[in-house]
């Protein structure tokens, strides 16, 4: 009775870890919007200076608009990664998209997962992700290109791979990374434009508080992508494990991975931002998250 017992607790304490990755990257992500606001006030509104503006205007700007990334991101988060993907329904009257949905239907069964949405990208570059809030709002989504090179048998462990992601509540970090990073990259480009306008009347005060908010916008892009590849690492060990033990079948997913490498072919409607996301690296060129 005890290995069944601690498979559970190690499933609990996962669940519970990405929870609070959750909230530690919500609250970074706030963090990062005020400390920008911050700089704001005192670069163009002096807030800092004598007889300025006394109101953090721009850090109180900077809040509701982190705000409503982030709760944009929480609910339609998986919609709008699934649209900019291209992603379509499965149609049933294509023999490969109905045998998708058995396997799906399988490994769900084998998980103990609700059936998730599944969803296909009419790609030649074989990938797959995982994406939602939890199992309840979760949705897989296959490229053509994977069902046309794998077997049944490989595409079962791709699958259950991505569902071992929905299972632990992976997908909730995976997609806030996402979404979030999504907003930073355009604070940065905001702010490297920013740098080249004329600036007029700079005013004197706390100017350490400038120090962490320009150094933040500096190395947000390199920050973000680093933070996406140090959870990426221990989730895909433990989705690896997980999805072994759901087809019982090894052999399987060790077949996929070495045929997914080595087609090698760039998936082009991904990014920076969602490449963390997908079964292989999708990028031209990119470090598999697996190999660091």
Not at 94 to 117: D, F, Q, T, W, Y
Not at 244 to 268: C, Q, S, Y
Request: hydrophobic share 50%.
């Amino acid at each position: 009775m005890s290995p069944p017992k601690q498979r559970t607790l190690d499933f609990a304490e996962r669940q519970l870890r990405n929870r609070r990755i959750s909230a530690c990257l919500i609250v970074a992500f706030l963090l990062f919007f005020a400390l920008t606001g911050l700089a704001v006030d005192y670069l163009y509104l002096g807030i800092f200076a004598s007889g300025g503006r006394w109101f953090p205007v721009a850090t109180l700007a900077a809040l509701v608009v982190a705000g409503a990334v982030t709760a944009t991101g929480y609910r339609f988060g998986a919609e709008l990664i699934l649209k900019a993907i291209g992603a379509e329904p499965l149609d049933t009257e294509i023999p490969e998209h109905r045998e998708l949905r058995n396997v799906v239907k399988e490994m769900a069964l084998a998980s103990g997962c609700p059936m998730p949405r599944v969803f296909v990208v009419y790609d030649p570059a074989p990938n797959a992700f995982a994406t939602g809030r939890d199992e309840n709002n979760s949705a897989i989504c296959i490229t053509t290109g994977l069902l046309t090179l794998l077997s049944r048998e490989e595409t079962q462990g791709v699958v259950a791979h991505e569902i071992a992601h929905i299972r632990n509540r992976d997908i909730r970090v995976m997609m806030l990374v996402s979404v979030l990073l999504g907003g930073i990259a355009l604070l940065a480009d905001w702010a490297q434009r920013s740098l080249y306008a004329p600036r007029h009347g700079r005013r004197g005060g706390h100017r350490l508080i400038l120090l962490p908010a320009l150094l933040l916008i500096v190395f947000a892009p390199l920050v973000g992508r680093l933070m996406a590849l140090a959870v990426s690492r221990q989730r895909e060990y433990l989705a690896d494990a997980a999805a072994v033990e759901f087809t019982r079948n090894p052999l399987g997913l060790a077949k996929a991975l070495e045929r997914l490498r080595d087609a090698a072919i760039p998936f082009h409607k991904a990014t920076r931002g969602t490449a963390h996301l997908f079964f292989v690296n999708p990028l031209p060129g990119g470090v598999d998250d697996r190999d660091g």
